[in-house]
């Protein structure tokens, strides 16, 4: 006889949690939810329901794939974020909660019937999470990677976002010159090459184009401070999410390039995650 939802995920959570994972419980269960088509409360609901033999297979398919590192936003294709579900892909970053602190503090910058500019979209998830908040404003998301920039606007259509606008080139690229924006947000590749972490967890399948920055990981902070200046309006802001070791570093740039109240806020955990500062010609 075929073992039972309980009995599957209790075996899954032993075997991944073996083989590394930090989170085994959760993983089986949002894998085995993958498989069902159902909803974790599904799950508590019928913990004695016997699995098929097709949902078995198909089952230890996703397990293997997470035994092997692969992340499971990767493995079932979507990852939650600010409450909205968003599809990911290899090709872009997993969104992370850490980066809601972001939109958090974007949200109380954000002045009513303005501009903002999302540099490095990736799946659009701050873009896209700020416009479901603010439907008074308006949003552009631009990335680099064609194929980012359209899973980015797959998510806008998905989300019906209709308050947003996804464009594809390299940071202010597509814009006119004369866009300004009230603020600016931007979670950019801010890790150093040789940081031993890119070697562990997740971060391992993620694209390092969008981890890695030169410069002990600020080359791109500090060209998004140089040219930010170009498009902001008077008194706009600019927010940027950065590795919590970098915080001084980064205050730095913004007030050796002229910003004005730079200041840096915590994540929950208490670590440096966001510097900003407002630009005032």
């Known amino acids: 006889m075929n073992p039972s939802i309980d009995t599957t995920l209790k075996q899954a959570a032993a075997q991944l949690a073996a083989s590394g994972s930090d989170s085994p419980h959760i993983d089986a269960a949002v894998l085995l939810c993958d498989v069902l088509g159902k909803p974790r409360s599904y799950l508590l609901t019928w913990p004695e329901k016997v699995l098929t033999d097709a949902e078995l297979d198909a089952f230890s398919v996703l397990l293997a794939r997470r035994q092997a590192g692969e992340p499971v936003a990767y493995i079932v294709g979507e990852?939650?974020?600010?409450?909205?579900?968003?599809?990911?892909?290899?090709?872009?970053?997993?969104?992370?909660?850490?980066?809601?602190?972001?939109?958090?503090?974007a949200l109380e910058k954000i002045p009513a019937?303005?501009?903002?500019?999302?540099?490095?979209?990736?799946?659009?998830?701050?873009?896209?999470?700020?416009?479901s908040e603010r439907p008074d404003c308006r949003f552009t998301g631009i990335d680099v990677r064609p194929e980012a920039?359209?899973?980015?606007?797959?998510?806008?259509?998905?989300?019906?976002?209709?308050?947003?606008?996804?464009?594809?080139?390299?940071?202010?690229?597509?814009?006119?010159?004369?866009?300004?924006?009230?603020?600016?947000?931007s979670n950019p590749p801010y890790i150093d090459e040789a940081d031993p972490h890119l070697n562990?967890?997740?971060?391992?399948?993620?694209?390092?184009?969008?981890?890695?920055?030169?410069?002990?990981?600020?080359?791109?902070?500090?060209?998004?401070c140089?040219?930010?200046?170009?498009?902001?309006?008077?008194?706009?802001?600019?927010?940027?999410?950065?590795?919590?070791?970098q915080g001084a570093a980064v205050r730095d740039i913004f007030e050796q390039l002229g910003y004005q109240q730079v200041m840096t806020v915590q994540d929950y955990a208490g670590q440096d995650r966001v510097s900003l500062g407002c630009w005032s010609v």
Request: proline content about 5%; overall charge negative; hydrophobic content about 45%.
């Open 79 to 105: 990852r939650e974020f600010w409450s909205l579900p968003f599809k990911v892909a290899p090709h872009t970053l997993i969104p992370r909660p850490d980066t809601e602190r972001l939109v958090e503090v």
């Open 113 to 131: 019937n303005s501009a903002v500019l999302d540099l490095g979209t990736g799946t659009g998830a701050i873009a896209l999470s700020l416009a």
């Open 149 to 185: 920039a359209a899973l980015a606007e797959e998510n806008r259509q998905c989300l019906q976002i209709t308050n947003a606008r996804i464009l594809c080139g390299s940071w202010f690229s597509p814009l006119s010159a004369d866009e300004r924006f009230a603020v600016i947000v």
């Open 200 to 224: 562990q967890g997740d971060v391992r399948f993620e694209p390092r184009t969008a981890l890695v920055a030169e410069d002990a990981g600020l080359a791109d902070i500090r060209h998004i």
């Open 226 to 245: 140089e040219q930010s200046r170009l498009f902001l309006t008077p008194g706009g802001w600019l927010l940027l999410e950065h590795g919590y070791q």
